[in-house]
């Protein structure tokens, strides 16, 4: 199997999975809040995150069925963060994966509470990981509170709301990027670990370390994109960034500058897993993603 192939395959496990949890009818009066779930959830996207903790598991030796529970409970949180990041009074944004965002197609209201619904679906569906110690489900719970909380991607999401309509320094605009992306980014790295029993210090670093550099060029790479990206090929608005007067990489740095950035933060998160057995497929993600055009 191809790398690809490899890529494909655990996109489908991923969506298969996800589809189940999500999906209810109540006949009560309230299915429209899974309607609005599975509208943003469902909508395609990379799965990159849950793609992340499938392969560090196999990297550990786990079993990735084992692991899919925390793959979907972190791929949920990612959604709910963009369903609240495109409301008017976040980014305000009309368009997500190629489609109206979801309060566009429901209403802000609904969009809300399907953001909430997500983030506390995924922490149940986390918890309803079978045929794992308890030991090892809490501690990947914690994992998710820990990247997704107010010392994580919220912190991040603060920070980025304070940035606008100023310049900050390029070390300000770094620390904003680990927290509001590359967060979710090295908890996917640890949680695959985690969830395959491998408690080890040094390779839980090291999953870390490259799921922090993954983030960072990832971002760099996404305000690339902004300027340089096509909106029926990216799936969202182009050129926001500087419309909305936001501190990113290109305008601090330029666009050159920028690309050999995330292709050196790219080759430094490949270094961290060189050598080691069962990493090719790390390796080629982060290479793969540079090359990107959504």
Known sequence: MTFAEQMDADVSKIETALEKYLSRETGEGYDRIFEAVKYAAMAGGKRLRPVIVLAFCRLCGGDVDKALPFACALEMIHTYSLIHDDLPCMDNDDLRRGRPTCHKV???????????????????????AENLPAGTVLQCIRLLG??????????????DMGAEHRE???????????????CLLWAACELGCTAAGNDDEDMLAKAHEYGERLGLAFQIQDDLLDIEGDTAVLGKTTGKDARDEKSTFPSLLGAEACRRLADDLTEQAARTLAGMPGSDFLIWLARRLMGRTK
């Open 106 to 128: 429901f209403d802000e209201a609904t969009a809300v509470l399907a953001g909430d619904g997500l983030l506390t679906a995924a922490f149940e569906t986390a918890a309803s």
């Open 146 to 159: 820990r990247a997704a909380g107010m010392n994580g991607m919220i912190a991040g999401q603060v920070l």
């Open 168 to 182: 900050i320094s390029f070390d300000e605009l770094c620390l904003l990027q680990s927290l509001k992306t590359g």
